[in-house]
């Protein structure tokens, strides 16, 4: 799986492209396991934001990779993930009250995040959407990254 090492500086040093933060959205070899892995690693940088000036950079990292993410969804994914989401067999599902799919949580992360990157928001409402953006986003990773595919099987996610 995909490694991604870069800070809150590089975010902020985003203008206009930063390759280290956003070269993979470029590139043809990444699929939507890899966006989810670095939405993630954005996750944990948004949460962990200091102060309000900071947010808007990390929101518009994470709004283009949710952007990004949207068109991946329907791609097929690359034979090292297809293996890695392939078990044999699937574990039974959660019974979980709140269970939309992958393009409907995504929707709604996307929604939330517009919000903070307006920045218009009081800063406890900020902190709260901020909360809830962080758990929407890991939610949508484990969603993603979960193994999906059984062995033998042909079908695609």
């Keep these: 799986m995909t490694q991604h090492i870069f800070t809150l500086n590089d975010i902020f040093r985003t203008t206009p492209w930063n390759p280290l933060v956003y070269g993979e959205l470029r590139s043809e070899k990444h699929d939507y396991v890899d966006f989810a892995q670095t939405l993630e ?27 990004a993410l949207e068109k991946q969804l329907q791609a097929p994914l690359s034979l090292a993930h297809q ?8 574990p039974p599902l959660p019974d979980a009250p709140f269970a939309p799919g992958e393009e409907l949580l995504r929707e709604y992360c996307v929604a939330l995040n517009t919000l903070l990157l307006d920045n218009r928001l ?3 409402m900020a902190k709260t959407l901020t909360g809830l953006l962080y758990e929407l986003l890991g939610y949508l990773v484990e969603e993603l990254t979960t193994p999906c595919f059984l062995r033998g099987d042909e079908q695609t996610h």
């Excluded at 000036?53 to 949710?66: H, K, M, S, T």
């Excluded at 293996?83 to 699937?90: F, H, P, Q, R």
């Design 41 to 67: 690693v954005l996750s944990d940088l948004l949460i962990d934001t200091k102060n309000s000036a900071e947010r808007p950079a990390v929101c518009r990292a994470i709004g283009a990779y949710l952007h």
């Design 83 to 90: 293996e890695a989401l392939t078990t044999d067999s699937l």
């Design 122 to 124: 009081e800063e406890s």
